[in-house]
């Protein structure tokens, strides 16, 4: 943005948050990488680092939450400020529950490390990938204010969305195959179900990075048509 | 070194500028004990109630305490009205940029800087020779009647004289006015004129009175200009009519003071006048600040 | 289908306004609209017109020697100018409250009985009602009922500017213009002359200058945004504060400025 506030404090808090939300994004990225990583590669130490990197999240996040409640009564913001604050407000939740779900993810990696693997995973990885890349772009999104790199977060669920049947659908065979599969079968199904979770999120932030650069609430259209016809 | 210095210009202005003050208040002091201690044992009840006897040489000084008053409650009648509207015109009325006020200011400057006897000089030639010769004209009296010196022409005269200082002050008063108070009025819906009198006066009042205390001290103790339009060396009789020629205590003052045979004889009677001249003077000024306070008071905390 | 609320009529309207104080153009093609029985504030920066702009709307720039105008200004369509309009009756119509609360040196009541005498009302009765109800509207009245009689100077500032919208309200006028009314109050003061502009609304229309933006955010139904004699935007106050259209709106409610 080429016009900087006058007041050079409260430039230097919005700076900040930026500055944390970013930090906190790489984090949730790593949390991902490294859970699907402990699965895929049966490295349960990697699961445990995980579980204890969450807690630097949740850190950032109560932070986070912090410093935008201190902009807020301080500084009263406006126009694309306060789109700023309200935004962080709602993605670090997000972001949070990112890592939440890769811990998860990591719990259940452990679960199914201790056992021998049900079959070669090949698209749990690619949905990760998918999803871990999802959250990224939300990220990048968010840093430099483009809102068609958004939309494209918007579009990109789809796809993750179809991998995600296609994993459910083949898992349901397993298990009708022979119901000694059921056990393992269904805790890869929770990680494919938290994967999507994560793109789901990462959605959320992608709505929001639009809200904030134009001002204009995408989420829920048909809700919206509901009360307005 | 730098700082000592400092110190004692502090001290030496302090010391300056105090030192003047003093000596205006010592001179001041002075006078009045002088007339005080000289004065004060020689006026009586008498003194102030009687006409002068002997020739000035006894008696008291009735007849010129009343003159003095009468001629400045006229002038102040005079020159009150004229004042304030001329004022008025220049502050409230006249655009700005007009010409016609920047003429009457020049001329209302020019005006206060002429010396007093000019007035009584001007006073003779145009109110007694071309005012009242042309009345007289006009009204049929076969002698003369208003050509010639009266206690009007003397109170018109100082009228003249004091004119800068009614319309100067009164000017300021309006000025002090808040403009916050008129755009009020107007914007309540009130025309120029209903913002003028429910307002702007009231509000200046207390100013207004200010020039007339300022011009009632100034006029009461001037004696040049009614040397030649009314004042008279010596009369027993009251003032009766507008054209009726009286006694005055700055005259009185100044005739006891140069025209007396006896100079020693008189001494005690000049004390006299002097200090009553300056304690009505003063009781004037006293009047009108006590008027003016109350004005201010009563503006301030009005009821309806 | 759910109810549309009807969109409000203009009390007034100002066509193509330019306003000059001798050859330095004040404000500049100004067109904005007041609709009745909201509150719009006119917002920016010192020197960017909207003072001038709100002391159009009842001619008070008229009194400013070497002003002239271009445009036209509109009361319930019909143009302030008119001949047949009489500027006493304009200010009548649009009563006007000033940033430093300005009583007049006379009692409480006379100060809000001053509009309806030079207005030629005489009658006793009538015209305690009318204060009364004035001073109740700007919830003045519980404080001052027992010493109308007093001077009005004696009222605290947050008071006096009530006092001073009792009497601009006491000749019953339809749009109320305000210059800054706040700007010398304490949060308190403020917030209860805030509050009066809310409950004002239901009778009034309402134009409002303000430099704080804060409160121009409360108030205000509808912003309007000046800068250098220009207005920049004009919408609801809403989207002014979160999602103003102009760069130049963003970075002033941003705190971009200069």
């Known amino acids: 943005m080429p016009a900087t506030h006058t007041d050079k404090a409260f430039e230097q808090d919005l700076r900040d948050l930026r500055e944390k939300l970013l930090a906190m994004g790489a984090k949730v990225e790593a949390l991902i990488a490294n859970s699907v990583r402990a699965l895929t590669e049966r490295d349960s130490p990697l699961a445990e680092k995980v579980v204890s990197a969450d807690r630097e999240v949740n850190r950032l996040e109560v932070e986070i939450d912090d410093l935008c409640r201190r902009i807020l009564a301080l500084r009263q913001p406006a126009a694309s400020d306060l789109r700023l604050i309200t935004t962080a407000l709602k993605i670090v939740t997000d972001l949070e529950r990112i890592g939440d779900l890769a811990v998860n993810l990591a719990e259940r990696a452990m679960d199914l490390n201790m056992v021998p693997p049900l079959a070669p995973y090949v698209d749990i990885p690619r949905l990760a990938d998918l999803a871990q890349q999802q959250v990224k772009k939300a990220l990048d999104a968010f840093v430099s204010g483009d809102a068609d790199k958004a939309e494209d977060v918007l579009k990109g669920d789809d796809l993750l969305d179809a991998l995600f049947l296609k994993i459910f659908n083949e898992l349901l065979a397993y298990m009708m195959e022979d119901s000694k599969n059921i056990r393992r079968a269904t805790a890869l199904m929770f990680i494919a179900k938290h994967l999507e979770r994560i793109g789901d999120h990462a959605m959320n932030v992608a709505e929001m990075v639009i809200y904030m650069v134009r001002g204009k609430d995408v989420r829920h259209p048909r809700s919206r048509n509901l009360t307005a016809e | 070194m730098k700082h000592t210095t400092r110190k004692a210009v502090g001290l030496a202005l302090t010391s300056l500028t105090g030192l003047a003050a003093f000596v205006i208040v010592a001179v001041i002091a002075i006078i009045l004990l002088d007339v005080v201690r000289g004065g004060a044992a020689n006026v009586s009840w008498a003194f102030l109630t009687q006409p002068p006897t002997d020739g000035m040489m006894g008696g008291g000084i009735f007849p010129a305490i009343f003159g003095t008053a009468a001629l400045t409650l006229l002038m102040t009648l005079a020159v009150m009205p004229v004042g304030v509207l001329t004022a008025l015109y220049l502050h409230e009325y006249a655009p700005p940029d007009s010409r016609m006020a920047r003429w009457v200011r020049v001329a209302v400057a020019n005006l206060a800087g002429v010396p007093s006897v000019v007035f009584g000089l001007f006073g003779l030639g145009f109110f007694i020779l071309f005012v009242g010769k042309g009345l007289d004209r006009a009204l049929g009296y076969e002698e003369m009647h208003w050509a010639q010196p009266g206690i009007l022409w003397a109170a018109l005269t100082l009228a003249v004289l004091t004119l800068p200082v009614v319309i100067v002050s009164t000017e300021e008063a309006l000025r002090a006015v808040p403009l916050d108070h008129r755009t009020a009025s107007l914007a309540l819906g009130a025309t120029q004129s209903q913002t003028l009198v429910r307002v702007v006066l009231p509000g200046a009042l207390p100013g207004i009175l200010t020039g007339a205390v300022l011009a009632i001290s100034r006029g009461a103790g001037e004696v040049a200009p009614i040397l030649f339009t009314g004042a008279a060396y010596f009369l027993p009789d009251l003032p009766t009519h507008l054209n009726s020629q009286f006694m005055h205590l700055g005259y009185h003052t100044y005739v006891l003071a140069t025209q007396s045979p006896d100079v020693e004889a008189t001494r005690p009677l000049l004390y006299a006048t002097v200090l009553v001249l300056l304690m009505l003077t003063f009781a004037l000024n006293l009047v009108a600040v006590i008027i003016r306070s109350r004005t201010r008071r009563k503006a301030a905390s009005a009821g309806h | ?258």
């Open chain 3, 1 to 258: 289908m759910p109810l549309q609320s009807p969109s409000p009529r203009n009390k007034m309207e100002a066509r193509e306004l330019t306003l000059r104080y001798g050859s330095k153009v004040a404000i500049r093609t100004i067109s904005l609209a007041i609709p009745e029985h909201q509150v719009t504030a006119l917002i920016g920066p010192s020197g960017c017109g909207k003072s001038t702009f709100l002391r159009s709307l009842n001619r008070m720039n008229d009194l400013i020697p070497g002003t002239h105008h271009t445009g036209t200004i509109l009361l319930d369509g019909t143009s302030i100018h008119d001949r047949a309009l009489d500027v006493v009756d304009l200010r009548r119509r649009v009563g006007m409250v000033f940033q430093k609360s300005n009583p007049f040196p006379k009692s409480i009541f006379e100060n809000v009985a001053y509009g309806l005498r030079v207005g030629g009302l005489k009658d006793k009765a009538a015209l305690s009602a009318r204060v009364e109800k004035s001073l109740r509207g700007a919830a003045l009245w519980d404080e001052v009922k027992d010493r109308l009689d007093e001077s009005a100077l004696g009222l605290s500032g947050g008071q006096q500017q009530r006092l001073c919208i009792a009497r601009a309200m006491a000749v019953e006028p339809e749009v109320l213009l305000m210059d800054e009314p706040a700007s010398a109050l304490d949060p308190i003061a403020t917030a209860k002359i805030e509050e009066l502009i809310h409950e004002l609304k239901s009778t009034y229309t309402i134009a409002i200058v303000t430099h704080n933006m804060q409160q121009a955010a409360r108030v205000s139904d509808r912003t309007a945004f000046f800068y250098m004699g220009e207005l920049v935007e004009c919408g609801p106050t809403e989207q002014i504060f979160t999602n103003p259209r102009e760069k130049r709106t963003e970075d002033y409610v941003t705190g971009k400025f200069g």
